[in-house]
């Protein structure tokens, strides 16, 4: 919508997996989310603007290789993953589903870009959560390391805490070998946590809203505080909440995308852009949660409940992202008034919450069965 609002012939390529995924778990977004015909029936009628849409999945090479011959685009935004580090733990089908959808449906779209457009330029969401929690500062993508008396600019040793996360950096090693081998151009959006309901555009019309997930295997963190929050439940701070990740507001998330693209990476480049705008650790989050919630007098508790994931919950955390800040975002800060008004918003749809959802039941690790004597 971003990018039709600015006047580019847009194409939107959807399998709706995530709503599958929903239904087959028993949850639900938030927001009502209209089918993919209804929203673009509704940015027509908003903004005057058609898009095109084709309706398939990317592990599909066939067909992806269809879309991009038919559009010939000069910029590809890939949002197109299974997103959740729970999801890809739960067992082994989800996490090969995972890895393959990921892997397989990026590796088709470069192949598709190699052959059809070779200039275009490949905007691919990755995650911050590839670097994982290592005890130095985070680059952006790249580091400059001295070894043995010889200097190389190499990538940033990569630490992924799911599979899911395994799957972005296999994705970001295929990416980086396509520049380099083929000359293609891309950016890699190393995505921090996201929060937050509305964008730009989806606030123009309820029937544009984008989803809200709150459960535990698509909820992100304070998106699932503020829902809990609103329906009087305990904040689910998993350990000590000592673990500290980068943030950003889902708005932003538009704006680094509309940056990234606007300025295309030159061929043959990977570059990388560590897209977040400031950093809390959990506990921060829920304190700030209960607070701005107080304000709407909504008591509210915080619960340190077992951590379900294999994760450091003390750590140093120090990310560099300054790229696009260079390019000129300005971002929007978290604090208690954007957290009243997630309040707000989550109240509007509190009859559609599930509450059987909020729990997490997924864990990194069986739990221990006890020995069975011989
Ligand atoms: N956490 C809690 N309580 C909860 C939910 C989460 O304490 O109820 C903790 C988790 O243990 C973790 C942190 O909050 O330490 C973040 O968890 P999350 O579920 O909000 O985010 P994560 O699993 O890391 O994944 C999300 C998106 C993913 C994206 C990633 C960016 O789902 O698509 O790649 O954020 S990053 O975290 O930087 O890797």
Sequence with gaps: MRFSARGHEVSVVDNFARRRWHQNNGTDSLTPIR??????????????????????????????????????????????????APYSMANREQAVETQYTNVIGNLNLLFAMRDHVPGAHLVKLGTMGEYGTPNIDIEEGYIEIEHKGRKDTLPF?????????????????????????????????????VYGIETEETAQ????????????????????????????RPLTVYGTGGQTRGFLNVRDTINCVELAVGSPADAGEFRVYNQFTEQFNVAQLAELVKEAAGHLDYEVGIENIENPRVE????????????????????????????????HEIERNKDRVIAAAIEPKTRWKPAPTAEVAS
């Design 35 to 84: 089918s993919l015909d209804e929203r673009i029936d509704a940015w027509r009628e908003v903004s005057g603007h058609e898009l095109r849409s084709f309706v398939g999945g990317i592990e599909d090479g066939d067909f992806l290789e269809q879309v991009v011959v038919d559009t010939k685009p000069q910029a590809i935004i890939h949002y197109g993953e299974q997103p959740s």
């Design 157 to 193: 040793p990569k630490l992924p805490g799911s599979l899911y996360h395994c799957s972005k950096v296999h994705d970001s090693t295929n990416i980086h070998f396509a520049c380099r081998i083929w000359g293609l151009r891309a950016t890699d959006l190393n995505q921090g946590v």
């Design 205 to 232: 019309d309820e029937r544009l809203a984008t989803r809200f997930d709150y459960d535990e295997v698509f909820g992100t963190v304070l998106n699932r505080f503020c829902v809990q929050a609103v329906i009087g």
């Design 312 to 343: 450091m919950e003390e750590h140093y955390y120090n990310a560099t992202h300054t790229k696009l800040l260079d390019l000129g975002l300005d971002p929007s800060m978290l604090g208690e008034e954007l957290v009243e008004s997630m309040l």
